[in-house]
Structures are given as C-alpha cells and as structure tokens.
T-cell receptor, first 113, second 113 residues
C-alpha cells in the first residue's frame, strides 16, 4: 500500500495564479483532511471530508476550496494565490473519524511570490 | 478555543537518557490525544493514540500518559537513541467537533551520540 500520497511535492506560484493539490489514499478511509503547517503555529485544519461527496470547513478555510468526488481522492484548490498562502500543506486520512489514528501524506511545499 | 502548548520547543540529550516530552491543553473536554513524530521535510507519523477514557498507551520504548483533569499529556522515551531525533507533536481531538484536531507546535528533539 502506498498510504497517503500528495501531488505535487513542490510548487512556486505567482500572486493571483491558481492551482490544485491532489491527495490520494489507498486505505479505503472515509475521512480526509487538509492542513497547513507554518513555523511556530503547528498544523491548522483547512477543510475536511467525512465521506465521498462531502466537504466541510475547518479552522482556516478562506481562500481555499475542496472537492471529494471519489472516496480515495481529496483535492485542495487555490483560486487566486496570495503570499500568505505560502506554507507546507499536508493531507491526512482516518478510517472513520477521530477514534482512529490519522495517516499523513509527505506534504506539498508551496511558495507564492 | 482549544490551545495546545508544547514546552520546550527544543531539547538536546545524550544517547541513552530517558526523557519526557510535555503537551498541555486548555480545554479538558477532549476526545483523544495523539502523539506524532515528524522528520525534516516529511509528513507526520502517528506514534500513540490515547482515547479520553484511557490513562496511558505504550509502544516499545514509548509511553504516553493522559491526565484530562490537569490538561496534560506526556510522552516518555526510554533509552533514547540518535534515531529518535525528530520533532514530536501532540494533537487533541475535539469533543465538540469530532473532526477537529488541535496541534501543538512541537518539540524538536536531538539525541547526541
């Protein structure tokens, strides 16, 4: 099993450009999450999904959109990138919610200039 | 809002020493408490998950305890090794929203040979 994979690993964007980050898991997990990690601030939840076709806002959702059209994939979109969105983005999944451990992807390092 | 704090931010110990990492949270109404390890440039790996009804969990040289009443969790590492060098993060699961986890900023551990 590959576990949780993320594409791309690195990306540099100019302000105003758009992009989509892809997260894929092969563990048949129901719940998926997108976090961002910034120095000294820990991980903050952007959006999450409790199953195929569902999405919900997390702690810092502004400027991001998500979609979960297939159970194994969770997409994070930036419509108009801003320098404040420079961060490392992590995707995670759990089998069925918080009673189970979270599995994380390797991260995507995004720089917005 | 739940605040999770990890002190110290960095710790350096000689190989073979037993050590304790601390995690404090402000709201005792947590669903669970999870400890993670993060290597540089990598994603998070789950180490131990303690449910709110449990007092501790053990895995090999690792032991995590949870005291909800005092808002504290500790991760005990026995006989530390250079391979234990990494950043250790804790995350508290919310009782109010089962899909929200609040992360500390981590303790960066360096085990010197």
């Amino acid at each position: 099993n590959a576990g949780v994979t993320q594409t791309p690993k690195f990306r540099v964007l100019k302000t105003g450009q758009s992009m989509t980050l892809l997260c894929a898991q092969d563990m048949n997990h129901e719940y998926m999450y997108w976090y961002r990690q910034d120095p000294g601030m820990g991980l903050r939840l952007i959006h999450y999904s409790v199953g195929e076709g569902t999405t919900a806002k997390g702690e810092v959702p502004d400027g991001y959109n998500v979609s979960r059209l297939k159970k194994q994939n969770f997409l994070l979109g930036l419509e108009s990138a801003a320098p404040s969105q420079t961060s490392v983005y992590f995707c995670a999944s759990t089998r069925q919610g918080p009673s189970y451990e979270q599995y994380f992807g390797p991260g995507t390092r995004l720089t917005v200039t | 809002k739940q605040e999770v704090t990890q002190i110290p931010a960095a710790l350096s110990v000689p190989e073979g020493e037993n050590l304790v990492l601390n995690c404090s949270f402000t709201d005792s109404a947590i669903y669970n408490l999870q400890w993670f390890r993060q290597d540089p440039g990598k994603g998070l790996t789950s180490l131990l998950l303690i449910q709110s009804s449990q007092r501790e969990q053990t895995s090999g040289r690792l032991n995590a305890s949870l005291d909800k009443s005092s808002g504290r969790s500790t991760l005990y590492i026995a006989a530390s090794q250079p391979g234990d060098s990494a950043t250790y993060l804790c995350a508290a699961g919310s009782t109010y929203n089962f899909n929200k986890f609040y992360f500390g900023s981590g303790t960066k551990l360096n085990v010197k040979p």
